[in-house]
């Protein structure tokens, strides 16, 4: 167990509350609960309710208070939890009275940080914690509790088991003499490899999903200038956050939101209305920075004025639109159809609507919920998001293994050898199995303060 000094921070945010909860955790965390509430005979894991005296005898607040005793707590040190009123003023009183009692203020992730270095959990589910606290959606947090449950972990594990298989192969052959062990057959060593290979890459794949899991889908609106892509954005939005009018050009920069889409959080972006004539210099700008927004976008939403002649598409745009990427919102289907909507881009997905229509944001946002699906933009809650700091790694890994299986059967058996440690090592790294301060530094910066 590692001996760190104690560390006290609030766990629930600043502010007025009707509860506030204060964590203690380190080896002083008992004896400071012996005196401030003046209870010697402590039983584990029982909330009292009690007066907390500061170091001046002086009553502090009324709270209710739980030992956890080490090793079984969330830290995996003695962890004193204590429930007082949500008033800042109380609040800073007990805390100020803990740092008098040698407590240290908590820094952001501190808590997390310790419960990994003690054994109670693997990086990756460290990590887990973040996401869990700062999931937007349903979907985030499902992925987010995959990890938390070591699911990362057991699949980095029977990796390990493998490579440790063929690991041992190869050592024997560097101990023992070729009459004594038989030689390791290449052809069956790079099958085996292959697989694991297979099964490293599928686990990375993932990683491309994380951002939309966890940040939110990006989703682009855009089309002719007057089609009603702020009308459309306004009613998902579900009030006037963009400016509609009438005149073209209205939408110059581009406006963004974050909004739920069934268990998806969705990051929608109302952009410039894009036309080849377009005269002022702000417009321009704007249909260039609406040019930038759609080749970044995971997922677009094309605006088509139907009551107008069918917009001509440059070939820039043209490329950019894919059946797996993109679907036509044919507008204003309360006024009279200008053109026949089967003919226009029919390998793309449609919904003919008018935005004028109340109920028109609830419907489009089934439509999108069930296009989301349809076209995968995000896998099920089944599968296992891993984050690009562990792609990284089982690239890393990856190549090791790839290099290991060239060269089995042409080069001396030491060199397979060395490429699987090497890749046994880039693994562990990914569970935090190695010692960088500066990485685990980086990864818990990111925590909140009392977590
Ligand atoms: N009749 C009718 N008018 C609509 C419909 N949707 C939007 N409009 C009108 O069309 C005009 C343009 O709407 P906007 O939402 O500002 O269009 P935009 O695509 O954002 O336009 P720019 O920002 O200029 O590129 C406004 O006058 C809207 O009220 C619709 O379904 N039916
Ligand atoms: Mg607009």
Request: aromatic share 8%; charged share 25%.
């Amino acid at each position: 167990m590692n001996d760190f000094s104690t560390i006290a921070a609030l766990a629930t945010p600043v502010g007025s509350s009707a509860l506030a909860l204060i964590r203690v955790s380190g080896n002083l965390a008992v004896r400071i609960a012996e005196l401030a509430f003046e209870n010697h005979k402590i039983v584990p894991r029982k909330a009292y309710l009690g007066a907390y005296k500061s170091c001046e005898g002086k009553i502090l607040d009324e709270c209710v208070w739980t030992m956890f005793p080490k090793p079984g707590s969330y830290t995996g040190e003695d962890l004193l939890e204590i429930s007082c009123h949500g008033n800042p003023f109380i609040v800073n009183r007990i805390l100020e009275d803990l740092f008098r009692r040698g407590c240290n203020p908590a820094l952001p992730g501190e808590f997390t940080k310790r419960a990994f270095l003690n054994g109670k959990m693997d990086l990756t589910q460290a990590e887990a914690v973040a996401e869990i606290i700062s999931a937007r959606s349903e979907r985030a947090f499902d992925a987010a509790r995959k990890l938390l449950s070591g699911e990362l972990g057991k699949r980095i594990f029977s990796w390990n088991e493998e490579i440790l298989m063929l690991l041992a192969e190869t050592e024997t052959q560097i101990d023992f003499s070729e009459e004594e062990v038989p030689e390791i057959d290449p052809e069956y060593f790079k099958k085996r490899v292959g697989e694991l290979i297979l099964s490293l890459r599928e686990t990375k794949a993932s990683a491309q999903y994380s951002s939309r899991v966890y940040e939110g889908i990006n989703v682009v609106i855009f089309g002719a200038p007057n089609a009603g892509k702020s009308s459309l954005m306004n009613a998902l939005v579900g009030n006037n956050r963009a400016l509609v009018s009438d005149e073209a050009g209205t939408t110059r920069d581009f406006i963004s939101e974050n909004i739920l889409i069934g268990e998806n959080c969705i990051r929608i972006v109302d952009t410039a209305g894009i036309r080849d004539d377009a005269v002022s210099k702000v417009e321009k700008s704007g249909i260039e920075k609406t040019l930038d927004c759609i080749s970044g976008a995971d997922f677009l939403l094309f605006v088509v004025d139907a009551s107008s002649p069918p917009p001509l598409l440059s070939k820039e745009i043209l490329e950019q639109i894919k059946p797996d990427n993109t679907c036509i919102l044919f507008n204003k289907a309360d006024k009279p159809q200008a053109f026949d909507k089967n003919v226009f881009l029919p390998e793309i997905d449609n919904i003919s609507i008018s935005l004028l229509e109340k109920d028109s944001g609830g419907i489009i946002k089934d439509f999108l919920a069930k296009i989301f699906r349809k076209k995968n933009i995000v896998p099920d809650g089944n599968v296992l998001i891993v984050s690009t700091r562990h792609a990284e790694a089982i690239n890393r890994a990856e190549n090791q293994l790839r290099e290991a299986s060239e060269i089995i059967g042409n080069l001396p058996v030491e060199f397979v050898s060395a490429k699987l440690r090497a890749a046994l090592e880039e693994l562990s790294e990914i569970l935090g199995q190695f010692d960088n301060e500066k990485v685990l530094d980086k990864i818990f910066s990111s925590f909140c303060i009392g977590k």
